[in-house]
């Protein structure tokens, strides 16, 4: 490993193919120091996601204010709209808010993942490959980010909707070196180093895990569309209520922005446990109904007893193509202790992402009738993990039993062609001895002459 100050031999070393596709976010003065580049980025990040917030309330909001429509107010509310992407809370007129599209904060991931491969692609050009100082570097590039959103808390401000400086600071950090750091290990000699510090056993599991969140996502965003396609009278009666024209694209926008989160809701349900909006919930075995509000997308909400069948097929499937394909890439390990541990990291690993997911994907819009929104997080997780385990652990157990009776009956069949070819060895003996006599008879005269011979 080179030492804290040393650089590639090869400053101007050519970057690799996905860093010559991409264009360059760093300008040349700040590219050519490190932490000039990481500041410039995570700065540049937090900018860039405030001016597109603040362009969507703009074009959303001015066409319809009317002459008392005022650019600075929409200034204030699209740093808020900012800020409430990084789901650290925000309270809008005086209600205190955790429940936001996910959307929003996949539109802020996404910014700041390109920010950390820009870090890459500089620390590439300038030839910086000491892992602790491209470490140091994404470190400098998060904080870069929060102080840059921490910022804008003070005029991120209209009435009494505002957003919580703590909250800010830690899901602005923990966003970007989540998304940014991960960008920036892939794209930088991080990814060598890492790989060759964590076990092989931990990368199979993070594979075999992100293959079965893929598949309950899937899943869930399947169901959610055909739910909608179902309940479309529905969703049309309450977009006619809630108002046409240019002022129902912000209703429009929030759906959009939102349809991850019914992904999730759709991925629960499946799971088992379901998901709620308030006082109504909805699970495969029983539903509830409330009160909701009029937003077209809670217009897809599945109605009646229980599920109908169609949905329990989904349901049985999406557990077994998960667990099919983690009990197949256990099998791709040689020994079966290794493939045993990897069901269980990716167990792991499952438990973990749809924690995370029915967290983010929920919340609460103050303490009201909206005081629960999505999936209990630990139920869903327990109830996915657990059936994804058990169906990756029968395939493992239906492969082990295969693979005993081949063995056993290769070993069969190679002892029964061994006594086939001692048969035809007697029979070959008999046809070249003398007619009538025995092979091991004539043997034993032979030896009994000699004897005599010798007597």
Do not use: K
Not at 324 to 337: F, G, M, V
Not at 373 to 395: H, K
Not at 409 to 429: C, E, F, I, M, N
């Amino acid at each position: 490993m080179p030492g804290p100050r040393e650089h590639c031999s090869e400053p101007s070393a050519a970057p690799n193919d996905g860093a010559a596709a991409r264009r360059s976010v760093v300008p040349r003065a700040a590219g050519r120091s490190l932490w000039r580049a990481a500041t410039w980025t995570g700065a540049g990040a937090a900018i860039v996601c405030a001016t597109v917030g603040i362009l969507a309330v703009a074009v959303c909001w001015l066409p319809v204010s009317g002459p008392g429509g005022r650019a600075h107010s929409a200034i204030h509310a699209g740093l808020l709209t900012f800020l409430a992407a990084l789901h650290g809370g925000v309270t809008v007129d005086g209600t205190s808010a955790s429940f936001l599209p996910l959307g929003m904060l996949g539109a802020v991931a996404i910014t700041a993942w390109r920010a950390g491969a820009g870090l890459a692609d500089a620390a590439a050009g300038i030839g910086e490959c000491d892992p602790l100082r491209l470490a140091l570097a994404g470190l400098a590039q998060a904080v870069s980010f929060t102080g840059c959103c921490l910022l804008a808390v003070p005029y991120a401000t209209l009435g009494t909707s505002d957003a919580p400086f703590l909250g800010v600071a830690a899901a602005a950090f923990l966003l970007f070196a989540f998304s940014g750091g991960t960008a920036l290990v892939l794209y930088s000699p991080l990814s060598d180093l890492l790989a060759e510090r964590t076990p092989a056993s931990v990368r199979a599991g993070a594979r075999g895990a992100g293959v079965a969140l893929c598949v309950y996502l899937a899943a869930g965003a399947l169901l959610a569309a055909g739910s909608a396609v179902v309940h479309h009278a529905r969703i049309e009666a309450l977009s006619a209520q809630v108002g046409g024209g240019w002022g129902g694209v912000p209703v429009l926008l929030l759906g959009v922005l939102a349809a991850p989160n019914a992904a999730v809701a759709g991925a629960a349900y499946l799971a088992g446990p379901g998901f709620a909006v308030g006082g109504s919930s909805a699970s495969a075995f029983t539903t509830a109904h409330g009160v909701l509000p009029a937003f077209p997308l809670l217009g897809a909400m599945p109605d009646g007893s229980g599920a109908n069948a169609p949905v329990w097929v989904l349901m049985a499937l999406t557990p077994l193509l998960a667990g099919l394909l983690l009990a197949r890439l256990a099998c791709r390990e040689d020994a079966w202790a290794a493939r045993w541990q990897l069901i269980g990291s990716a167990t792991a690993g499952v438990l973990l992402g749809l924690i995370v997911l029915g967290w983010q994907a929920g919340g609460a819009i103050g303490a009201g009738g909206l005081s629960t929104i999505g999936p209990s997080p630990w139920r869903f997780a327990l109830s996915a993990g657990v059936a994804v385990a058990g169906v990756a652990s029968a395939g493992l157990g239906v492969a082990a039993a295969r693979s005993r009776f081949v063995s056993r009956a290769r070993g069969t069949g190679v002892s029964g062609r061994a006594d086939a070819a001692g048969r035809l060895q007697l029979l070959a003996d008999a046809v070249r001895s003398p007619a009538g006599q025995n092979p091991g008879a004539d043997d034993a005269d032979d030896a009994g002459g000699g004897s005599q011979r010798a007597g």
